[in-house]
């Protein structure tokens, strides 16, 4: 296919000093130069596109972070409660206190054997 392009002046001389440095035609250093930039747009996007995977993978961690600990905790007390009074009934405010306390270590537990490191300023640090 052929094209014929005319270049303003600025741009012109970016594509002749091209040139010069490749030591080719004018059409060839034009044709690079399209290449290139077309290279670094599919670049950026990929970039974009794994800095979004990347936030919502840290988004769902954050999540995870926050509500992994209660749950792990529930399951435990209430096993180890029900085992301890033959009931599932619970003081809501002692509940509260053991389960933020127990949730919180055996999470710190869980994480620290899969070798997953807790981002700062997550509630694992608090």
Do not use: C
């Not at 060839?28 to 290449?35: F, H, I, K, P, T």
């Not at 405010?93 to 999470?107: L, N, P």
């Amino acid at each position: 296919m052929t094209l014929t392009v005319t270049l303003r002046e600025d741009v012109n001389a970016i594509v002749e000093a091209h040139a010069a440095r490749q030591g080719s035609a004018a059409e060839a250093a034009l044709e690079d130069l399209v290449r290139r930039g077309a290279a670094q747009v599919e670049w950026r996007e990929t970039r974009e596109s794994v800095e979004d995977i990347r936030s919502t993978a840290l988004d769902m961690f954050a999540a995870l972070d926050a509500l992994a600990p209660y749950t792990l905790a529930t399951l435990q007390l209430l096993a180890h409660w029900a085992a301890r009074t033959s009931s599932a009934k619970l003081d809501e405010v002692a509940y509260a206190q053991e389960a933020r306390s127990v949730g919180r270590a055996t999470w710190g537990a869980h994480l620290a054997e899969l070798g997953i490191a807790v981002p700062p300023g997550s509630a694992e640090g608090a």
